[in-house]
T-cell receptor, first 111, second 117 residues
Framework: LAKTTQPISMDSYEGQEVNITCSHNNIATNDYITWYQQFPSQGPRFIIQGYKTKVTNEVASLFIPADRKSSTLSLPRVSLSDTAVYYCLVGGAGSARQLTFGSGTQLTVLP | DSGVTQTPKHLITATGQRVTLRCSPRSGDLSVYWYQQSLDQGLQFLIQYYNGEERAKGNILERFSAQQFPDLHSELNLSSLELGDSALYFC????????????????FGEGSRLTVL
């Protein structure tokens, strides 16, 4: 079972780049790393997914080192609406193992 | 809108009672997952079904059970309810089951908020 560790909270200011790191020391060969965003009383929403190196989409980048024991979600130029909990999830959606979310990182963007 | 429908949105009941939460996955999705989120807690994986069969089991209590029906909707049954069962229960769905699936995005519903008094 791939356990993940994230910082509990982070503060940032509008317009800054935010990097949130997730540690997953016992990631399995077939595991992907996926990040989700959750607003209060809503279901999590997919942000980005990767297996190795770097992945970029229109909202974020995901950096994964060669050993894959950690990953970093990078949010460029955050705004107040990016205030949310960010979860790192390790596994494969089709895997027969648990899809375990980390404890999440509460990101607060300040004006 | 994720395409995943959960009912009821809110449910208030008493200790000792039994409730059923229902989830309709996105059209075409074969996997259904159930998660529990208590106040200020993270998402706890309960159970996963794929095409009607149990595929993975997490920290699901013996008082809880689930199933996925031939039309792929799923139900989570919670019995002998306790105060500590009060939580948001999320259902998610995804299409793939292959362990090397590269597009394993989970689509979450809006959740069912259960309050046990």
């Amino acid at each position: 079972l791939a356990k993940t560790t994230q910082p509990i909270s982070m503060d940032s200011y509008e317009g800054q780049e935010v990097n949130i790191t997730c540690s997953h020391n016992n990631i399995a060969t077939n595991d992907y790393i996926t990040w989700y965003q959750q607003f209060p009383s809503q279901g999590p929403r997919f942000i980005i997914q990767g297996y190795k190196t770097k992945v970029t989409n229109e909202v974020a980048s995901l950096f994964i080192p060669a050993d894959r024991k950690s990953s970093t979600l990078s949010l460029p130029r955050v705004s107040l609406s990016d205030t949310a909990v960010y979860y790192c999830l390790v596994g494969g959606a089709g895997s027969a193992r648990q899809l375990t979310f980390g404890s999440g990182t509460q990101l607060t963007v300040l004006p | 809108d994720s395409g995943v429908t959960q009912t009821p949105k809110h449910l208030i009941t008493a200790t000792g009672q039994r409730v059923t939460l229902r989830c309709s996955p996105r059209s075409g999705d074969l996997s259904v997952y159930w998660y529990q989120q208590s106040l200020d807690q993270g998402l706890q994986f309960l159970i996963q079904y794929y095409n009607g069969e149990e595929r993975a089991k997490g920290n699901i209590l013996e008082r809880f059970s689930a199933q996925q029906f031939p039309d792929l909707h799923s139900e989570l049954n919670l019995s002998s309810l306790e105060l500590g069962d009060s939580a948001l229960y999320f259902c998610a769905s995804s299409l793939y089951k292959a362990p090397t699936d590269a597009t394993g995005e989970l689509f979450f519903g809006e959740g069912s908020r259960l309050t046990v008094l």
